[in-house]
Protein backbone atom coordinates (compact mmCIF):
# COMPACT_ATOMS: atom_id res chain seq x y z
CA UNK A 1 0.00 0.00 0.00
CA UNK A 2 1.40 3.38 -0.45
CA UNK A 3 0.08 6.33 1.37
CA UNK A 4 1.32 9.77 0.33
CA UNK A 5 1.03 13.47 1.32
CA UNK A 6 0.22 16.38 -1.04
CA UNK A 7 -0.13 20.19 -1.01
CA UNK A 8 -2.51 20.95 -3.79
CA UNK A 9 -2.58 24.65 -2.96
CA UNK A 10 -6.40 24.61 -3.78
CA UNK A 11 -7.52 22.38 -6.74
CA UNK A 12 -9.29 25.46 -8.57
CA UNK A 13 -9.21 28.71 -7.15
CA UNK A 14 -7.73 30.57 -5.04
CA UNK A 15 -7.44 34.04 -3.03
CA UNK A 16 -5.85 36.58 -5.04
CA UNK A 17 -3.68 38.58 -2.56
CA UNK A 18 -1.90 34.83 -2.54
CA UNK A 19 -0.85 35.03 -5.80
CA UNK A 20 1.69 37.44 -4.78
CA UNK A 21 4.87 36.36 -5.34
CA UNK A 22 6.36 38.40 -2.64
CA UNK A 23 5.14 37.89 0.73
CA UNK A 24 6.31 41.39 2.19
CA UNK A 25 3.44 42.63 -0.75
CA UNK A 26 0.59 40.72 0.84
CA UNK A 27 1.56 40.37 4.37
CA UNK A 28 0.25 43.32 5.45
CA UNK A 29 -2.95 42.29 3.87
CA UNK A 30 -3.23 39.86 5.00
CA UNK A 31 -2.69 41.55 8.55
CA UNK A 32 -5.27 43.92 7.91
CA UNK A 33 -8.08 41.15 6.83
CA UNK A 34 -7.85 39.14 9.77
CA UNK A 35 -7.49 41.87 12.30
CA UNK A 36 -10.64 43.95 10.87
CA UNK A 37 -12.48 40.13 10.62
CA UNK A 38 -12.04 40.19 14.51
CA UNK A 39 -13.27 43.64 15.20
CA UNK A 40 -16.33 43.39 12.70
CA UNK A 41 -17.47 40.37 15.05
CA UNK A 42 -17.68 42.17 18.11
CA UNK A 43 -21.41 42.94 19.37
CA UNK A 44 -20.17 46.68 20.44
CA UNK A 45 -17.79 48.80 18.42
CA UNK A 46 -16.59 51.49 20.88
CA UNK A 47 -14.91 54.92 19.19
CA UNK A 48 -11.95 52.84 19.19
CA UNK A 49 -13.44 50.33 17.30
CA UNK A 50 -14.47 52.37 14.24
CA UNK A 51 -11.20 54.28 14.17
CA UNK A 52 -9.76 51.15 13.89
CA UNK A 53 -12.07 49.83 11.49
CA UNK A 54 -11.82 53.13 8.92
CA UNK A 55 -7.97 52.60 9.24
CA UNK A 56 -7.78 48.85 8.55
CA UNK A 57 -10.20 49.58 5.31
CA UNK A 58 -8.34 51.55 4.30
CA UNK A 59 -5.42 49.58 4.06
CA UNK A 60 -7.35 47.12 2.16
CA UNK A 61 -8.38 49.84 0.01
CA UNK A 62 -12.17 49.34 0.74
CA UNK A 63 -12.63 52.87 2.21
CA UNK A 64 -13.74 54.29 -1.17
CA UNK A 65 -15.72 51.54 -2.51
CA UNK A 66 -17.16 48.16 -1.12
CA UNK A 67 -14.69 46.25 -3.83
CA UNK A 68 -11.09 46.05 -5.13
CA UNK A 69 -9.22 43.61 -6.91
CA UNK A 70 -8.36 41.91 -3.94
CA UNK A 71 -11.70 41.95 -1.43
CA UNK A 72 -14.92 42.88 -0.87
CA UNK A 73 -16.96 43.79 1.97
CA UNK A 74 -20.83 42.79 1.82
CA UNK A 75 -23.03 44.53 3.58
CA UNK A 76 -26.43 43.17 2.77
CA UNK A 77 -28.77 44.03 5.14
CA UNK A 78 -28.37 47.72 7.38
CA UNK A 79 -25.03 49.40 6.72
CA UNK A 80 -21.19 49.60 8.41
CA UNK A 81 -20.30 52.28 7.06
CA UNK A 82 -21.72 56.10 5.12
CA UNK A 83 -19.95 57.33 2.62
CA UNK A 84 -20.76 61.16 2.05
CA UNK A 85 -20.22 63.02 -1.20
CA UNK A 86 -17.86 64.98 0.36
CA UNK A 87 -15.30 61.85 0.62
CA UNK A 88 -16.31 61.79 4.44
CA UNK A 89 -16.45 57.78 5.64
CA UNK A 90 -18.40 56.56 8.86
CA UNK A 91 -19.07 53.90 10.68
CA UNK A 92 -22.57 54.24 11.32
CA UNK A 93 -22.99 50.67 12.86
CA UNK A 94 -23.04 50.41 16.63
CA UNK A 95 -22.10 46.72 16.58
CA UNK A 96 -22.78 43.01 14.85
CA UNK A 97 -25.99 43.37 15.39
CA UNK A 98 -26.43 46.38 13.39
CA UNK A 99 -25.91 44.93 9.83
CA UNK A 100 -25.17 41.98 8.37
CA UNK A 101 -22.37 41.11 6.34
CA UNK A 102 -19.02 40.24 5.77
CA UNK A 103 -15.37 40.74 4.62
CA UNK A 104 -13.64 38.45 2.26
CA UNK A 105 -11.02 37.69 0.15
CA UNK A 106 -11.60 37.56 -3.96
CA UNK A 107 -10.36 34.51 -5.93
CA UNK A 108 -8.95 34.02 -8.69
CA UNK A 109 -9.41 30.55 -10.63
CA UNK A 110 -5.86 27.96 -11.02
CA UNK A 111 -4.94 27.85 -14.76
CA UNK A 112 -6.65 24.49 -16.74
CA UNK A 113 -2.97 23.63 -17.11
CA UNK A 114 -2.66 23.73 -13.23
CA UNK A 115 -5.15 22.13 -12.14
CA UNK A 116 -4.61 19.37 -15.00
CA UNK A 117 -0.89 19.45 -13.49
CA UNK A 118 -1.96 18.94 -10.37
CA UNK A 119 -4.01 15.59 -11.38
CA UNK A 120 -0.70 14.39 -13.27
CA UNK A 121 1.01 14.51 -9.72
CA UNK A 122 -1.60 12.72 -8.13
CA UNK A 123 -1.98 9.94 -10.73
CA UNK A 124 1.50 9.46 -11.25
CA UNK A 125 2.45 9.30 -7.39
CA UNK A 126 -0.30 6.53 -7.38
CA UNK A 127 -1.43 6.79 -3.65
CA UNK A 128 -4.26 4.34 -1.81
CA UNK A 129 -4.33 6.83 0.79
CA UNK A 130 -3.97 10.40 -0.06
CA UNK A 131 -3.70 13.42 2.66
CA UNK A 132 -4.55 16.33 0.71
CA UNK A 133 -3.73 19.82 2.29
CA UNK A 134 -5.43 23.34 0.89
CA UNK A 135 -8.25 22.00 -0.68
CA UNK A 136 -11.28 24.01 -1.20
CA UNK A 137 -13.69 21.57 0.53
CA UNK A 138 -15.29 17.65 -0.69
CA UNK A 139 -16.88 19.11 -3.66
CA UNK A 140 -13.92 20.29 -4.67
CA UNK A 141 -12.12 17.39 -4.73
CA UNK A 142 -14.88 15.13 -5.60
CA UNK A 143 -14.81 17.04 -9.37
CA UNK A 144 -10.93 16.71 -9.37
CA UNK A 145 -11.59 12.96 -8.82
CA UNK A 146 -13.85 12.19 -11.21
CA UNK A 147 -13.22 15.21 -14.15
CA UNK A 148 -9.35 15.27 -13.59
CA UNK A 149 -8.27 12.22 -12.00
CA UNK A 150 -10.78 9.51 -14.20
CA UNK A 151 -9.29 10.82 -17.86
CA UNK A 152 -6.23 10.01 -17.20
CA UNK A 153 -6.97 6.32 -16.71
CA UNK A 154 -6.31 3.98 -13.68
CA UNK A 155 -8.40 3.70 -10.34
CA UNK A 156 -10.00 7.11 -8.91
CA UNK A 157 -10.23 7.29 -5.42
CA UNK A 158 -13.54 5.47 -3.98
CA UNK A 159 -13.74 7.40 -0.74
CA UNK A 160 -13.37 11.43 -0.75
CA UNK A 161 -13.79 13.38 2.75
CA UNK A 162 -13.01 16.56 3.80
CA UNK A 163 -14.50 18.80 6.92
CA UNK A 164 -14.14 22.42 6.67
CA UNK A 165 -11.63 23.54 9.30
CA UNK A 166 -10.76 26.94 11.12
CA UNK A 167 -9.15 29.10 8.32
CA UNK A 168 -11.18 31.64 7.18
CA UNK A 169 -9.86 31.27 3.15
CA UNK A 170 -11.63 28.08 3.01
CA UNK A 171 -8.38 26.18 2.50
CA UNK A 172 -8.75 22.73 4.60
CA UNK A 173 -6.99 19.38 5.09
CA UNK A 174 -8.63 15.80 3.19
CA UNK A 175 -7.97 12.19 2.71
CA UNK A 176 -8.57 10.48 -0.62
CA UNK A 177 -8.50 6.75 -0.04
CA UNK A 178 -8.96 3.61 -2.69
CA UNK A 179 -12.25 1.66 -2.88
CA UNK A 180 -11.06 -0.87 -0.59
CA UNK A 181 -10.19 1.09 1.86
CA UNK A 182 -12.71 2.34 3.88
CA UNK A 183 -12.77 5.35 5.85
CA UNK A 184 -14.57 4.68 9.16
CA UNK A 185 -14.57 7.32 12.18
CA UNK A 186 -13.35 10.54 11.79
CA UNK A 187 -12.41 12.84 14.21
CA UNK A 188 -12.10 17.07 13.94
CA UNK A 189 -9.80 18.97 16.66
CA UNK A 190 -11.02 22.73 15.16
CA UNK A 191 -12.42 23.29 19.03
CA UNK A 192 -9.36 21.94 20.33
CA UNK A 193 -7.76 24.78 22.91
CA UNK A 194 -5.01 25.85 25.51
CA UNK A 195 -5.36 29.02 27.64
CA UNK A 196 -3.75 30.88 24.09
CA UNK A 197 -6.99 30.34 22.48
CA UNK A 198 -7.50 27.96 19.18
CA UNK A 199 -4.62 25.66 18.49
CA UNK A 200 -5.15 24.29 14.90
CA UNK A 201 -5.25 27.08 12.47
CA UNK A 202 -7.00 24.44 10.14
CA UNK A 203 -7.69 21.33 11.43
CA UNK A 204 -5.80 18.07 13.00
CA UNK A 205 -8.55 15.56 10.80
CA UNK A 206 -8.78 11.86 12.14
CA UNK A 207 -9.35 9.11 9.61
CA UNK A 208 -9.71 5.48 10.72
CA UNK A 209 -9.06 3.21 8.01
CA UNK A 210 -10.21 -0.65 8.16
CA UNK A 211 -7.24 -2.57 6.12
CA UNK A 212 -9.56 -5.34 5.53
CA UNK A 213 -7.82 -7.53 8.04
CA UNK A 214 -9.04 -6.29 11.45
CA UNK A 215 -6.45 -3.93 11.61
CA UNK A 216 -6.98 0.23 11.20
CA UNK A 217 -4.55 2.28 10.19
CA UNK A 218 -4.89 5.95 11.72
CA UNK A 219 -4.10 9.26 9.37
CA UNK A 220 -4.06 12.39 11.14
CA UNK A 221 -3.83 15.26 8.44
CA UNK A 222 -2.41 18.32 9.28
CA UNK A 223 -1.83 21.74 7.96
CA UNK A 224 0.52 24.28 10.50
CA UNK A 225 0.38 27.79 11.02
CA UNK A 226 2.14 29.28 7.73
CA UNK A 227 6.38 30.78 7.86
CA UNK A 228 5.03 33.31 5.75
CA UNK A 229 4.06 35.79 8.46
CA UNK A 230 3.77 36.04 12.50
CA UNK A 231 7.19 35.79 12.56
CA UNK A 232 7.87 34.56 16.74
CA UNK A 233 3.83 34.13 17.18
CA UNK A 234 3.95 31.72 14.35
CA UNK A 235 6.59 29.41 15.33
CA UNK A 236 4.66 29.38 18.91
CA UNK A 237 1.52 28.41 17.21
CA UNK A 238 3.18 25.70 15.35
CA UNK A 239 4.74 24.42 18.48
CA UNK A 240 1.58 24.08 20.41
CA UNK A 241 -0.01 22.40 17.16
CA UNK A 242 2.75 19.88 17.53
CA UNK A 243 2.18 19.51 21.41
CA UNK A 244 -1.11 18.69 20.56
CA UNK A 245 -0.76 16.86 17.31
CA UNK A 246 1.83 14.53 19.87
CA UNK A 247 -0.77 14.44 22.54
CA UNK A 248 -3.42 13.11 20.31
CA UNK A 249 -1.18 10.11 18.60
CA UNK A 250 -0.23 9.47 22.49
CA UNK A 251 -3.71 9.20 23.07
CA UNK A 252 -4.56 7.09 19.75
CA UNK A 253 -1.35 5.15 20.81
CA UNK A 254 -2.24 3.96 24.59
CA UNK A 255 -6.23 3.24 22.73
CA UNK A 256 -4.07 0.57 20.73
CA UNK A 257 -3.31 1.18 17.34
CA UNK A 258 -0.33 0.61 16.27
CA UNK A 259 -0.55 1.82 12.92
CA UNK A 260 -0.44 5.79 12.98
CA UNK A 261 0.58 7.94 10.57
CA UNK A 262 0.58 11.96 10.46
CA UNK A 263 1.36 13.42 7.53
CA UNK A 264 0.69 16.97 6.27
CA UNK A 265 2.03 20.59 5.54
CA UNK A 266 4.19 21.20 9.20
CA UNK A 267 5.52 24.14 7.58
CA UNK A 268 9.22 23.76 9.40
CA UNK A 269 12.13 21.91 8.92
CA UNK A 270 12.80 18.79 10.70
CA UNK A 271 15.33 20.36 13.13
CA UNK A 272 13.17 23.72 14.09
CA UNK A 273 12.00 24.21 17.66
CA UNK A 274 8.80 23.87 16.74
CA UNK A 275 8.35 20.97 15.65
CA UNK A 276 10.30 19.02 18.40
CA UNK A 277 7.19 18.01 20.01
CA UNK A 278 7.18 15.65 17.00
CA UNK A 279 10.59 14.97 16.46
CA UNK A 280 12.01 15.24 19.53
CA UNK A 281 11.40 15.81 22.80
CA UNK A 282 10.63 19.63 23.10
CA UNK A 283 6.73 19.72 24.83
CA UNK A 284 5.25 19.62 27.65
CA UNK A 285 3.51 16.78 29.63
CA UNK A 286 3.53 13.70 27.28
CA UNK A 287 5.67 15.74 24.67
CA UNK A 288 8.11 16.20 27.02
CA UNK A 289 9.33 12.95 26.52
CA UNK A 290 11.46 11.61 23.19
CA UNK A 291 9.08 10.81 20.52
CA UNK A 292 9.13 7.97 18.94
CA UNK A 293 7.45 9.21 15.80
CA UNK A 294 9.90 8.37 12.75
CA UNK A 295 9.88 10.78 9.45
CA UNK A 296 9.81 8.60 6.55
CA UNK A 297 12.88 10.86 5.23
CA UNK A 298 14.95 9.23 7.34
CA UNK A 299 14.73 5.70 5.68
CA UNK A 300 17.66 4.20 4.01
CA UNK A 301 16.30 4.38 1.12
CA UNK A 302 14.36 7.46 0.50
CA UNK A 303 14.66 9.43 -2.72
CA UNK A 304 14.90 13.07 -2.51
CA UNK A 305 15.68 13.21 -6.22
CA UNK A 306 19.02 15.03 -5.31
CA UNK A 307 17.25 17.73 -2.94
CA UNK A 308 16.66 17.79 0.42
CA UNK A 309 13.33 20.38 0.47
CA UNK A 310 9.72 19.50 -0.14
CA UNK A 311 9.03 22.92 -1.01
CA UNK A 312 10.22 25.98 -3.63
CA UNK A 313 13.66 25.72 -4.04
CA UNK A 314 13.68 22.54 -2.08
CA UNK A 315 16.49 23.58 0.13
CA UNK A 316 17.25 21.94 3.87
CA UNK A 317 15.12 24.22 5.41
CA UNK A 318 12.25 24.02 2.76
CA UNK A 319 11.45 20.67 4.37
CA UNK A 320 8.00 21.07 5.80
CA UNK A 321 5.86 18.05 4.33
CA UNK A 322 5.71 14.97 6.07
CA UNK A 323 4.89 11.47 6.72
CA UNK A 324 5.60 10.81 10.04
CA UNK A 325 4.99 6.88 11.51
CA UNK A 326 4.30 5.25 14.43
CA UNK A 327 7.38 2.46 14.89
CA UNK A 328 4.94 -0.35 13.94
CA UNK A 329 4.08 1.28 10.86
CA UNK A 330 8.01 2.59 9.71
CA UNK A 331 8.73 -0.96 10.02
CA UNK A 332 6.39 -1.84 7.04
CA UNK A 333 8.08 0.77 4.86
CA UNK A 334 9.54 -1.12 1.68
CA UNK A 335 10.26 2.39 -0.40
CA UNK A 336 9.74 6.49 -0.26
CA UNK A 337 10.38 9.30 -1.43
CA UNK A 338 9.41 12.83 -3.38
CA UNK A 339 7.19 13.56 -6.28
CA UNK A 340 8.80 17.14 -7.79
CA UNK A 341 7.55 16.96 -11.79
CA UNK A 342 5.11 19.33 -10.79
CA UNK A 343 6.59 21.96 -8.88
CA UNK A 344 8.52 24.69 -11.10
CA UNK A 345 12.22 25.55 -11.06
CA UNK A 346 13.61 28.53 -13.64
CA UNK A 347 17.28 27.50 -12.66
CA UNK A 348 16.63 23.53 -13.89
CA UNK A 349 17.19 22.10 -10.55
CA UNK A 350 15.19 18.69 -11.38
CA UNK A 351 13.11 17.87 -14.45
CA UNK A 352 10.02 18.58 -14.76
CA UNK A 353 6.59 18.00 -16.86
CA UNK A 354 7.17 18.35 -20.40
CA UNK A 355 4.39 21.05 -20.60
CA UNK A 356 5.28 23.26 -17.52
CA UNK A 357 6.91 25.70 -19.09
CA UNK A 358 5.65 28.86 -16.71
CA UNK A 359 5.41 29.24 -12.92
CA UNK A 360 1.67 30.09 -12.95
CA UNK A 361 0.94 26.44 -14.51
CA UNK A 362 3.09 25.01 -11.23
CA UNK A 363 1.06 21.83 -9.86
CA UNK A 364 1.92 23.27 -6.74
CA UNK A 365 5.14 25.10 -4.90
CA UNK A 366 5.03 21.83 -2.87
CA UNK A 367 6.68 18.21 -3.57
CA UNK A 368 4.13 15.51 -3.07
CA UNK A 369 5.93 12.92 -0.57
CA UNK A 370 5.14 9.18 -0.52
CA UNK A 371 5.66 6.01 1.39
CA UNK A 372 5.44 2.28 0.17
CA UNK A 373 4.25 0.42 3.25
CA UNK A 374 4.40 -3.53 3.14
CA UNK A 375 1.00 -4.07 5.13
Known sequence: MRIASYNVENLFDRAK???????????????????????????VYAAADKTAILRLLDTLGLTASDETALFLLRQNRGRLLRRSANGTVTVVADGRGDWIGWLEMKRTTVTDLAVRHTAQVVHDVGADVLGVVEAEDRWALRHFNADQLAPLGGRIYGHVMLIDGNDERGIDVGLLTRGDLPIGCITSHVDDADLAGPVFSRDCAEFEIALGDGRTLVVMVNHFKSKGYGGREATARRKRQAQRVREIYEQRRADGFDLVAVVGDLNDHPTSSALAPLLGSGGTGVAAKPSDLRDVSTFSGFDDLGRPGT???????????????????????TAAGVHRAGVWTAS??????????????????????????DL
Open 17 to 43: VLSSSEWSDARPLLDAYTELTKLLQQQ
Open 311 to 333: YGTAAKTNKIDYILCSPALFATI
Open 348 to 373: GKWEMYPTLKREQDAASDHAAIWADL
